[in-house]
């Protein structure tokens, strides 16, 4: 008998449930923890303006994100790689990448006695991640820090033990300035590192690196503004040495603009143009051409219209950096092929 | 005459047997399923690497190389480690509660053992990076060049290492065994100590005597805080150093098995790097299953000689013997 009860209640819940969700659209996204805050503060927003839209994602990671779109368990993913072609062929329908927002990474160091902003170069900072460059008064640190005094002590290389979009622009640019790294390390979300010691997150690289004298990593521009963390600047293609903020992020994204891809899937480290912060990255979302659910379909692509068009003033507030008006044409124009109906 | 109720009585109890009898078997079918699925899941790795991926030490998701040796060693240095700091100052404190302790004092210190077990490893883990660590790193850093030079202390000062992984992971086990070590102890007779008091035994041997006794118990609660220290995953990760190099200092960083699943499972972009992580899941599974069969093995062996002591000499215990 109370069986029988819970079980009529159970079917209340049921028809309450089903007659909620024919007013509100629910959609379901997974993928990189990166753009996490800007994309729920998106969501939020345009829940606000369209009440009857609720979109969840959960930021589980970009490999993740990417597993569960191509088993269609969510309705989109989001990813700070590209995926490849081989991960392109083994999903079930045709994926479209759509950059969202842009961001950067930043070496921090701990020198004991030094407060200055150092220069790195990118061949500089590959000897320090191999492990060749052992100690900071090394001539080639030195050369490119006139006027600064650094100290004969060791360096530590700190890297993301977990694997991370942030260390995939790391390497990816290390790999384009140096011939060496791509051989013998590569491009991934993690990597065989050649040295140093692995902290969780950008919390537990931060932490190292503040604790250890001498040591070197590398964390989000988001995480380093918001934490106050000094950081220092990049050589570029143009000679510069540039340091990482929003401006110089989106300069690199309005560099690589005319020589877009049409599926958008581009690397930006290393960006020639003036004004270019050379460690900078697209994060992209994950959407089916063709999907199935033609009404989750629709809503989906007028969010992502927002979300480039009006929803871009959120970036800067959270330290993101926003696209340029270029790559948001031609991303307005691919997301037309999107089938709603 | 109370045949009736007999029979409804005894269908009771086949009722109760078949029905706890049910509980044995799903957990039965439980670890298998855990061991089944492991396996299938990591077959693609299984498949390619074979015996290779227990002895091999290149771990590379670039390249599509994965040899777990490093994890395992990590893992099981870790373990090992923290077992060595844990066990002598967890028995000290059961047996400080259990046989030396005032009444007053000793709920109050069940209950602070029993707090350490209930905090989160992620907090031991922030508190490792925050405090353990550089404190190790000042430990290590004064350390006299000539211990330096020996290969167990060998490598710079980084603070994070084997070293602090060992020491937060005995911090976490000891409320572990030291409470069951307490029970296993409290549940010795009182005969046993009377008696060895009677024969003249100071207080130290009649406690150790009662620990004699408890032996087999004090074996299960260290092996459950073994078994504890090598799943362990959080506080590890964010001290152990995470380089899957393979070195006998305390002082490198290393890796462990289940840090590493911690560390990549999210990122895991291939078939291939998914099916080993999946695999290294299967390893700490088996070397968990050995390290409990063996444990096992060890209780029944000094079950079965204590018995045959006991049948040789029934009156006398072994350690009061000198004694009396």
């Known amino acids: 008998m109370s069986a029988r009860k819970l079980l009529a209640i159970a079917g209340c819940a049921v028809a309450l449930g089903a007659g909620a969700s024919a007013q509100t659209v629910l959609i379901n996204g997974a993928g990189a923890t990166f753009p996490y805050p800007i994309y729920s503060k998106w969501f939020s927003e345009y829940n606000k303006v369209h009440p009857t839209v609720q979109i969840n994602y959960q930021s589980i990671g970009s490999g993740g994100g990417i597993r569960q779109v191509t088993n269609q368990t969510v309705f989109f993913g989001a990813t700070d790689g590209p995926m490849t072609n081989d991960q392109l062929i083994a999903a079930p329908g045709k994926i479209l990448h759509f950059p969202t927002v842009l961001g950067a990474v930043v070496p921090v160091y701990n020198i004991p006695g030094v407060t200055a902003e150092l220069k790195f170069t990118g061949p500089v900072l590959v000897d320090i991640f191999m492990g060749k460059l052992t100690k900071w008064n090394d001539p080639e640190i030195a050369r490119l820090n006139p006027g600064v005094s650094l100290p004969v002590a060791d360096i530590t290389v700190v890297h993301r033990s977990d694997g991370s979009g942030t260390t995939y622009i790391w390497v990816d640019y290390l790999s384009k300035v140096s011939d060496a790294w791509k051989a013998k390390v590569g491009v991934a979300t993690a990597v065989n590192w050649p040295s140093g010691v692995g902290g969780k997150g950008n919390e537990g690289v931060a932490g190292l690196v503040q604790q250890t004298p001498g040591a070197i990593g590398y964390v989000e521009l988001i995480y380093a503004l918001q934490n106050k963390i000094n950081y220092g600047s990049v050589q570029n293609l143009a000679g510069e040495f540039v340091r990482a903020s929003v401006p110089s992020v989106t300069a690199a994204a309005a560099a690589a603009a005319g020589k877009m891809p049409a599926d958008f899937r581009v690397s930006i480290t290393n960006a020639d143009g003036k004004g270019v912060y050379p460690i900078s990255s697209f994060t992209w979302l994950l959407l089916y051409e063709s999907p199935k659910d033609k009404a989750q379909s629709k809503t989906m692509v007028d969010f992502v219209k927002w979300a480039l068009t009006d929803g871009q003033k959120f970036c800067a507030e959270l330290g993101y950096a926003p696209l340029p008006e270029p790559v948001v044409k031609l991303e307005l124009a691919a997301l037309a092929k999107i089938k709603i109906s | ?324």
Request: charge should be neutral.
């Open chain 2, 1 to 324: 005459m109370a045949g009736g109720a007999g029979r409804t009585r005894r269908s009771g109890d086949l009722g109760f047997r078949l029905g706890t009898g049910a509980f044995a078997v799903v957990l039965v079918l439980i670890v298998c399923a855990i061991g089944f699925e492991l396996t299938r899941q990591s077959m693609l790795s299984i498949e390619k690497f074979g015996l290779n991926f227990w002895r091999t030490q290149v771990w590379d998701p670039v390249a599509g190389q994965f040899g777990a040796l490093p994890f395992i060693w990590g893992t099981l240095y870790s373990s090992i480690l923290a077992l060595a700091l844990a066990t002598p100052i967890a028995l000290g404190i059961a047996v400080f509660i259990s046989e030396l302790c005032p009444n007053l004092l000793r709920q109050p210190l069940v209950f602070l053992t029993e707090l350490l077990a209930a905090i989160p490893s992620i907090v031991y883990g922030l508190w490792g990076i925050f405090v353990l660590v550089p404190f190790v790193r000042s430990v290590e850093s004064a350390m006299p060049q000539a211990l330096r030079s020996l290969p167990i202390f060998s490598g710079p000062p980084l603070g994070v290492g084997m070293l602090a992984a060992g020491l937060i992971l005995a911090v976490m086990v000891i409320p572990f065994t030291s409470s069951v070590a307490r029970e296993v102890l409290k549940s010795v007779p009182g005969a046993q100590r009377e008696g060895a008091y009677a024969l003249g035994a100071t207080r130290f041997e009649a406690i150790r005597a009662a620990l004699f006794y408890a032996r087999t118990g004090i074996i299960g609660a260290v092996m459950l805080g073994f078994g504890r220290a090598l799943g362990e995953t959080m506080a590890v990760t964010m001290v152990i150093g995470n380089n899957p190099r393979i070195s006998a200092s305390l002082f490198a960083p290393q890796y462990t098995m289940a840090a590493v699943l911690a560390n990549e499972f999210t990122e895991a972009d291939t078939e291939l790097y998914l099916n080993a992580l999946i695999e290294i899941g299967l390893v700490l599974f088996i070397i968990t299953l050995i390290v409990n069969s063996l444990s096992r093995l060890l209780i029944w062996s000094m079950a079965r000689s204590s018995s045959t002591a006991a049948v040789a000499a029934p009156a006398e215990p072994p350690t009061v013997e000198e004694a009396a």
